[in-house]
């Protein structure tokens, strides 16, 4: 548990999944990231799906929602999914479900937003019932017409339910929903309407690196995902982010990386690499 200015933040380890190492890591050669994280006997990469839980000023905030039970058994065992922990991981915080008065989604990929829904009668229902949603207006109009690189990981039936909720609050550009708690439009290079948060207080400021920085092993700038649809965007973005990191000395919380959740970073001679790791 972290606390800045008047938020605690604490991390939900919901749920665990695997990707195939080359999308993971995109152009980067397996010889060079097997050196960072072995593979299993599929080629695949086990990651986590972190929720960033904040609270403060009256608020349960949630960042991202990971993604949920509702699966079949195929997609289950093609992404080694592991065990839905939501309202465990919500009872050790002291709430439940109904306490999360927003949740902020990075983008609306399924491995972010399909957490936020439930089947149920054969329908797709919001788990939180009292929160609102809060997206960026680009990402949802990309997400109702994903070009065809995202298709896949923009899924209908998840995007349906997202605009049928009635807790749909569609943000343009940079917005502080609260004093001291921003929703910033950057990462476009991985989708249109990619936003980061940014907490602020006191000394100390935390920024939720989204999948613009998904674990330390991007901090390096030019290893991005293969899901990335504008590469140099992206780099452009990456390198403004590490800049006020290295400067500000703020910290950076990993929502995919398996072994750190947040962290300071440096300059080394060839990459900006991990400095203080900090828990979360």
């Known amino acids: 548990m972290l ?41 695949r990469i086990r990651l986590s799906m972190r929720i960033l839980l904040v609270r403060g000023k009256g608020r349960n905030i949630l960042v991202d929602a990971a993604m949920g039970t509702a699966w079949s058994d195929k997609v289950k065992k093609i992404y080694d999914l592991s065990e839905w922990r ?15 008065t927003d949740v902020i989604f990075t983008h609306l990929h399924f491995d972010h937003v399909a957490g936020a829904f439930e089947e149920k009668d054969g329908r797709l229902v919001s788990v939180f019932p009292n929160a609102r949603f809060h997206v ?27 605009g049928k909720s009635g807790s749909m609050e569609l943000v343009d550009g940079c917005v502080e929903l609260l004093p001291g708690f921003e929703m910033v439009p950057l990462g476009q290079g991985h989708t249109a309407g990619h936003q980061l948060v940014k907490i602020t207080g006191d000394d100390t400021t935390l920024v ?36 006020d990191l290295l400067e500000k000395r703020w910290l950076l919380y990993f929502a995919h990386d398996p072994f750190i959740k947040a962290a300071t970073v440096r300059q080394d001679k060839k990459h900006v690499v991990v400095d203080k790791v900090v828990d979360v």
């Open 136 to 162: 960026q207006k680009d990402n949802y109009e990309t997400a109702l017409r994903p070009n065809a690189m995202e298709k896949s990981s923009y899924l209908l039936p998840f995007i349906d339910a997202f």
């Open 3 to 43: 606390t800045i200015g008047e938020y605690t933040l604490q991390t939900l380890d919901v749920q665990c999944f695997s990707l195939d190492g080359g999308s993971v890591f995109g152009v980067y050669p397996r010889v060079l990231w097997e050196k960072i994280i072995t593979p299993d006997h599929l080629n």
């Open 208 to 243: 939720h690196g989204g999948d613009l920085i998904p674990s330390s092993a991007h901090l390096a700038v030019t290893r991005g995902l293969a899901f990335d649809v504008a590469p140099l965007e992206l780099i452009r973005d990456k390198v403004a982010l590490l800049n």
């Open 86 to 100: 939501l309202d465990e991981e919500l009872q050790n915080a002291g709430l439940e479900c109904r306490d999360i």
